[in-house]
Structure formats: C-alpha cells, structure tokens
C-alpha cells in the first residue's frame, strides 16, 4: 500500500470517527436528563444556575474551538510531514536545522492563544467570587463517609445525610440510575435565592461537587471554604464527592431538593426551624452564618467587648460658685469592705 493511500485512509477514518461522535451527541442531546448523568451523552450536564451557564459558554465557545483549532493543525501538519518528507517524496535530506521565522511563530501564537482564554477565564472567576447578597446559607461538612448540613439563618442544626442503600432505591420506586446519588436527607432550598454554602470537613479532604450548578470546592479539615448558587429551575440534582476520600469515597452522595418558596418554608417548620430571625443577626448572611463558618464578624465582637469592659462612674461637674469636688474613682472597688 502506498504512502497516498494510507493517509487517504488515515483521513477517512478521521472522518468516519468525528461522525460518530456528532450523532452520538445529538442523540444525547435530545435526551437530557436535567440535575443527573445521561447515557451515552458527550457534553455537559444542563445548566440549572447561572454560574453553570457561563461555565458552559467558556467551555463550549472558548475551550472547545480552540482546543479543536490545534488539534486539527497538529493533525494536519503531521500528515503533511508524513507525506511531503518521507524517503521515497524527499530522498535528499534538508541541511538545515531550523528556521527563526517558525519559531518566532510557534512562540508567539500560544502566548497570544493563552492570553485570549485567560480573559474569559479571569472574568468566570470573578463570577465565581462575587457572590450576591445571600439570602441563606447552608454549612456542608464532609465526613468519612456522609456529609452533614447545617442551616444556622433558620436555626436548622445539624443533619446527616446518607446514600440511599441500592436495595430501598426500587422499593421507592426510583430508578436503578440514581444509586450513589440520591441521599436520604438531602439539601432543600427555595428556587431563585442565592445560597451560601459553606465547605468543611472533619476527618479527611472531601469536595462538594454539583454539575448542574457548576460547584466544585475542596472540604478541608480546619477549614472553611465558600462557593454560592442560585437555581433557575425546580427540580432534583444530584453530585458526589469528587476527591478520593477513603474506601467509601464512592458512597458520598449530594443531593439538593430546589423547591417553591411555600414548599420551602413547610420544609424548615418540618425540621424545627423559623423563616423568621429572631435577631438581626440571625438574618440571612448575619453573624449566625459566620458564626458557622467560624468568622463572626466585627459588630459581635465589639459587643462583647463592650460587655466585658468594667463600669465606669460619671465625672462630678462642679457647679459654678462652689467649691470643687473630689471626683469619684474611676472604678468601684472589686470587693467591697468587710463591716467594721
């Protein structure tokens, strides 16, 4: 077989296998299955959040044709090579060794390829950090091998939530699909609220990850990390811990219940706790929230600090035309005298 022919069959198979691909996404894509994994599918879940649709966008319109872009000139430029300077197309060999034009360019080009991406990369970032006004917050903390949610705006304390076992997901009536997602107490929050949630673990290094919304964040032991989301739509989404975590890494579910408002407040009554703060330190975003992720904020301690500072007695003024008095001391006596 000559040199022409096999590329021309290198070519076709190309070919042949991008095609494949393109039908099998567009197959998926008239399949979706919103908040969970899909069969055979090739992209990204669905967004449910508006961090996940602008991580989408980068992905899809900035990674994935620039990624395409240098593999296809790599491509061709192999199979020119291959073709063009082989022994029997190119039986003289070349004297020289390289030529500054090409480099110039194969330096320069990525440079300014990688600064294009770092653009919208920076601004996804920033999306990322710049988190709205909370209006609730909810505390994850990983454990070997379950996580623990905490809900300290609504007084929630804290609750386990476990993978449900793969024996009671038929008898729930719940596809064989959803073992290792679904949890048994899941996260439950009002659709269309910006949430906080707050990252920790006690043992190990956990991560809380949730496609659908675009979360991914490290749980460390001692401490404490934020991320924040906001869903657009109703409905169930799942995740998993997603850093190797020990032998039952892979039975650390995630779970989030994205209900109405009305659902949300019956849910909250259900776990002993108030849409209504007591203090306004308890509202959302308050110091009850910091006080759960361990950084109470300023206003409490000066408060305490207040509180802890001694009485002090008021400074006599003397009256104009009689004579001055003494003023009093500027602190009582820590025990009084004993009666003589």
């Given at each position: 077989?000559g040199?022409?022919t096999r590329a021309?069959?290198?070519?076709?198979g190309?070919?042949?296998?991008?095609?494949?691909?393109v039908?099998?996404?567009t197959?998926a894509?008239a399949?979706?299955?919103?908040g969970q994994?899909t069969?055979?599918?090739l992209g990204l879940?669905?967004s449910?959040s508006?961090?996940k649709?602008e991580?989408t966008f980068?992905?899809?319109v900035?990674?994935?044709?620039v990624i395409?872009?240098i593999t296809?000139l790599?491509?061709g430029l192999?199979?020119?090579?291959?073709?063009r300077?082989?022994?029997k197309?190119?039986?003289?060999?070349?004297k020289?060794s390289?030529?500054?034009?090409?480099?110039i360019v194969?330096?320069?080009l990525?440079?300014?390829?990688l600064v294009?991406?770092?653009?919208?990369?920076?601004?996804l970032l920033?999306?990322y950090?710049d988190m709205p006004?909370?209006d609730l917050?909810?505390?994850?903390?990983g454990?070997?091998?379950n996580?623990?949610?905490?809900y300290?705006?609504?007084?929630?304390?804290?609750?386990?939530s476990?993978m449900?076992?793969?024996d009671?997901?038929?008898a729930?009536?719940?596809?064989?699909?959803?073992?290792?997602l679904?949890a048994?107490?899941?996260?439950v929050v009002?659709?269309?609220k910006?949430?906080r949630?707050l990252?920790?673990a006690?043992?190990?290094?956990?991560?809380f990850?949730?496609p659908?919304?675009?979360?991914?964040?490290d749980?460390?032991p001692?401490r404490?990390n934020?991320?924040?989301?906001r869903?657009d739509?109703?409905?169930?989404?799942?995740?998993?811990c997603?850093?190797?975590?020990?032998v039952?890494h892979a039975?650390?579910?995630?779970q989030?219940n994205?209900?109405?408002?009305?659902?949300?407040a019956?849910w909250?009554?259900?776990?002993?706790g108030?849409?209504?703060?007591r203090t306004?330190e308890?509202?959302?975003?308050g110091t009850a929230?910091?006080a759960a992720?361990?950084?109470t904020g300023?206003?409490?301690?000066?408060?305490?600090a207040?509180a802890a500072?001694p009485?002090?007695?008021?400074?006599?003024v003397?009256?104009v035309?009689?004579?001055?008095?003494?003023?009093?001391?500027?602190?009582a006596p820590?025990?009084?005298?004993?009666?003589?």
């Open positions: 077989m040199m022409g021309r069959a290198f070519i076709g190309g070919i042949t296998a991008l095609g494949l691909a039908f099998s996404a197959s894509l399949r979706p299955l919103v994994p069969d055979g599918a879940q669905p449910a508006p961090l649709v991580a980068f992905h899809d900035i990674l994935m044709p395409t872009g296809l790599v491509l192999l199979v020119w090579i291959v073709i300077y082989n022994k197309s190119n039986p003289v060999p070349a020289w390289h030529n500054t034009l090409v480099e194969w330096t320069v990525p440079v300014l390829i294009g991406i770092s653009l919208f990369s920076f601004r920033f999306a950090h006004t909370p917050t909810v505390k994850a903390t454990n070997q091998w996580w623990a949610y905490e300290p705006d609504q007084g929630i304390g804290e609750y386990i476990n449900i076992p793969e009671e997901i038929a729930r009536g719940m596809p064989h699909s959803l073992y290792r679904a048994d107490e899941p996260i009002p659709v269309g910006t949430v949630v990252v920790t006690t043992d190990v290094i956990h991560a990850a949730l659908a919304f675009g979360l991914k964040v749980a460390i001692g404490v934020e991320t924040w989301f869903a739509r109703t409905g169930v989404f799942y995740g998993q997603s850093e190797l975590c020990g039952d039975f650390m579910p995630i989030i994205v209900v109405t408002e009305a659902e949300f019956a909250v009554a259900s776990k002993g108030s849409m209504t703060p306004a308890q509202a959302p975003g929230a910091q992720a361990g950084t300023a206003p409490v301690a000066a408060d305490a207040a500072a009485t002090t007695a008021t400074t006599a003397p009256t035309g009689a004579p001055a008095q003494p003023a009093a001391p500027a602190t820590a025990v009084a005298p004993a009666a003589q």
